[in-house]
């Protein structure tokens, strides 16, 4: 069966105002708003592969160094992702312990496994389970609005502590790092354009438009 496309139709999109324009060439600025309009975004892959390499990078760190730590009259703690879940699930904080392990450890990784594979598939024009594949990226964009929760939770930690005066915390290097895999990762995923999905080989083939004459109009 033939994949009927909005480029094999003559069709563009603009990626700022998502007006729709028929008889109009890659390039060419919308007739709304100005942007130049591209079939799909320019340089996709490459940054998003720019961005997923450095994200890779610092979630080394980010596991390894010390995000909080903990002082009090018995001393103080330095305490890694890894390590500060251990601390709170001890001290009988199951709930932050679990969010901290969910948030910081298990949704960082799921991000990054998953837009590799999105990446490692669109470059190849792979046509495996695509639906799956576009449903995934949705669900990266919705896990997304909440990345930077741990971070709020350690924030708010560090006030309650001290305000309770039982011991003093402050955040370590280590989520600074941590900082920096999240917004990587934000940004890898809004650089990687999901209609790179359904290019695959075939598709491609067949989706060059035959030529038309050169009549931007709106399509409503």
Same mark, same amino acid.
């Given at each position: 069966?033939?994949?009927?496309?909005?480029?094999?139709?003559?069709?563009?999109?603009?990626?700022?105002?998502?007006?729709?324009?028929?008889?109009?060439?890659?390039?060419?600025?919308?007739?709304?708003?100005?942007?130049?309009?591209?079939?799909?975004k320019?340089?996709?892959?490459?940054?998003?592969?720019?961005?997923?390499?450095?994200?890779?990078?610092?979630?080394?760190?980010?596991?390894?160094?010390?995000?909080?730590?903990?002082?009090?009259?018995?001393?103080?703690?330095?305490?890694?992702?890894? +390590?500060?879940?251990i601390? @709170?699930?001890v =001290?009988?904080?199951? /709930? %932050?312990?679990? #969010?901290?392990?969910? &948030?910081?450890?298990?949704?960082?990784l799921?991000?990054?496994?998953?837009?590799?594979?999105?990446?490692?598939l669109?470059?190849?024009?792979?046509?495996?389970?695509?639906?799956?594949?576009?449903k995934?990226?949705?669900?990266?964009?919705i896990?997304?609005?909440? +990345?930077?929760?741990?971070? @709020?939770?350690? =924030?708010?930690?560090? /006030? %309650?502590?001290r #305000?309770?005066?039982? &011991?003093?915390?402050?955040?370590?290097?280590?989520?600074?790092?941590f900082?920096?895999?999240?917004?990587?990762?934000?940004?890898?995923?809004?650089?990687?354009?999901?209609?790179?999905?359904?290019?695959?080989?075939?598709?491609?083939?067949?989706?060059?438009?035959?030529?038309?004459?050169?009549?931007?109009?709106?399509?409503?």
């Amino acid at each position: 069966m033939t994949i009927q496309t909005a480029a094999g139709l003559g069709l563009l999109s603009c990626h700022h105002c998502g007006t729709v324009w028929r008889d109009t060439g890659e390039g060419e600025p919308c007739g709304r708003c100005g942007t130049h309009l591209h079939r799909r975004k320019p340089q996709s892959i490459q940054r998003t592969w720019a961005y997923l390499i450095a994200a890779c990078i610092m979630y080394v760190p980010a596991n390894l160094l010390p995000v909080m730590i903990t002082k009090s009259l018995l001393g103080s703690q330095y305490d890694t992702i890894l +390590s500060g879940v251990i601390y @709170f699930w001890v =001290s009988g904080a199951y /709930g %932050l312990a679990a #969010i901290i392990f969910i &948030a910081s450890f298990l949704v960082p990784l799921f991000k990054l496994t998953s837009l590799i594979l999105l990446a490692v598939l669109a470059q190849r024009h792979s046509d495996w389970r695509q639906p799956e594949r576009a449903k995934l990226y949705q669900a990266l964009e919705i896990i997304g609005r909440w +990345s930077m929760l741990d971070v @709020f939770v350690v =924030s708010l930690l560090v /006030g %309650l502590v001290r #305000i309770q005066g039982f &011991a003093e915390i402050t955040a370590g290097v280590g989520i600074a790092a941590f900082g920096a895999v999240v917004v990587l990762t934000m940004l890898a995923s809004l650089s990687f354009d999901a209609r790179l999905t359904w290019d695959t080989k075939d598709v491609m083939e067949d989706e060059e438009p035959e030529p038309r004459m050169a009549s931007k109009e709106q399509v409503v």
